[in-house]
């Protein structure tokens, strides 16, 4: 892996951006972890991923909601039951709109 090249006024350039600060240890420090990490991102850069089908996510993944089919889960009196207000087989609620 092959370090890049990076200063200090650099990196305290994106930190000023980011809303941080750093003392001259941190500074030193953050520059080092910087630009490991950009050297990681150059050795990637350098994959052949031609034959490498794109995804949008890491993991497989798929649907697992049920499909919105109609069930009677609920009697109407029991939902009711605890109802502030009803009118016949409905929750009544104060108008709102006028």
Same mark, same amino acid.
């Given at each position: 892996?092959?370090?890049?090249?990076?200063?200090?006024?650099?990196?305290?350039?994106?930190? #000023? $951006? +980011?809303?941080?600060?750093?003392?001259?240890?941190? *500074?030193? @420090?953050m520059?080092g #972890? $910087? +630009?490991?990490?950009?050297g990681?991102?150059?050795? *990637?850069k @350098?994959?052949?991923?031609g034959?490498?089908?794109?995804?949008?996510?890491?993991?497989?993944?798929?649907?697992?909601?049920r499909?919105?089919?109609h069930?009677?889960?609920?009697?109407?009196?029991?939902?009711?039951?605890?109802?502030?207000?009803?009118?016949?087989?409905?929750?009544?609620?104060?108008?709102?709109?006028?």
């Open positions: 892996m092959t370090m890049a090249k990076l200063t200090g006024d650099e990196v305290r350039k994106v930190a #000023t $951006l +980011a809303n941080l600060r750093f003392d001259d240890a941190e *500074l030193e @420090k520059t #972890t $910087l +630009a490991q990490i950009l990681h991102i150059d050795m *990637l @350098k994959l052949d991923t034959n490498v089908p794109p995804t949008s996510h890491a993991l497989q993944s798929e649907n697992v909601f499909a919105d089919e069930t009677n889960n609920f009697k109407t009196e029991l939902t009711l039951d605890n109802a502030p207000a009803k009118d016949r087989n409905y929750f009544s609620v104060p108008r709102i709109i006028e």
